[in-house]
T-cell receptor
Framework: TQLLEQSPQFLSIQEGENLTVYCNSSSVFSSLQWYRQEPGEGPVLLVT?????EVKKLKRLTFQFGDARKDSSLHITAAQPGDTGLYLCAGARGSNYKLTFGKGTLLTVNP | DARVTQTPRHKVTEMGQEVTMRCQPI?????VFWYRQTMMQGLELLAY????????DSGMPKDRFSAEMPDATLATLKIQPSEPRDSAVYFC????????????FGPGTRLLVL
């Protein structure tokens, strides 16, 4: 059973478009992280959200943690080719070290 | 620029052979994680070490996998004997324990067992 469902699995858009990817669960998480992974590399942490309803912005990326702490979204404004990669969400429950990862959304931004 | 390093980056081996993967965590980090990534399962936690002690290896097949930290600068993951279903990318990550941990991932070892 996959605790964290990410959608869509694949997304291909043109440079300049906006997009939103989702991370959903039936379980409550104490915190949730978003990572970006480029081909041949390990995931790199983008943000951690810990409070229900929290919104964090990182330049053109906006992250939101659901009020019930069961879901999260990542919105990218005016996507650029450099945004291309696999976006992973990961939730922690109780013990902060043990992360449950979603399978990711593979984003391709075409120039 | 401190980074987690992993060797080898790629490994092709035959079924039944022993595979050893090595990880050098970021200097000063006291937690080490081993993950496996496949298309089907995504990223799965195999083992977790804190201050070189194994605290959680519940995600690791015990019969063929073993993980150790001989010293603070080296973590190893061994598979003996290897099987085709072990083919995956294995990541090591390190961090500083205390509160919310940030895990810094290495570039991974891509393993193919024929």
């Amino acid at each position: 059973t996959q605790l964290l469902e990410q959608s869509p699995q694949f997304l291909s858009i043109q440079e300049g478009e906006n997009l939103t990817v989702y991370c959903n669960s039936s379980s409550v998480f104490s915190s949730l992280q978003w990572y970006r992974q480029e081909p041949g590399e390990g995931p790199v942490l983008l943000v951690t959200v810990v409070t229900g309803g929290e919104v964090k912005k990182l330049k053109r990326l906006t992250f939101q943690f659901g009020d019930a702490r069961k879901d999260s979204s990542l919105h990218i404004t005016a996507a650029q080719p450099g945004d291309t990669g696999l976006y992973l969400c990961a939730g922690a429950r109780g013990s902060n070290y043990k992360l449950t990862f979603g399978k990711g959304t593979l984003l391709t931004v075409n120039p | 620029d401190a980074r987690v390093t992993q060797t080898p980056r790629h490994k092709v081996t035959e079924m039944g052979q022993e595979v050893t993967m090595r990880c050098q965590p970021i200097l000063g980090h006291n937690t080490v994680f081993w993950y496996r990534q496949t298309m089907m399962q995504g990223l799965e936690l195999l083992a977790y070490f804190r201050n070189r002690a194994p605290l959680d290896d519940s995600g690791m097949p015990k019969d063929r996998f073993s993980a150790e930290m001989p010293d603070a600068t080296l973590a190893t993951l061994k598979i003996q004997p290897s099987e085709p279903r072990d083919s995956a990318v294995y990541f090591c990550a390190s961090g500083l324990q205390g509160g919310m941990e940030t895990q810094y991932f290495g570039p991974g070892t891509r393993l193919l067992v024929l």
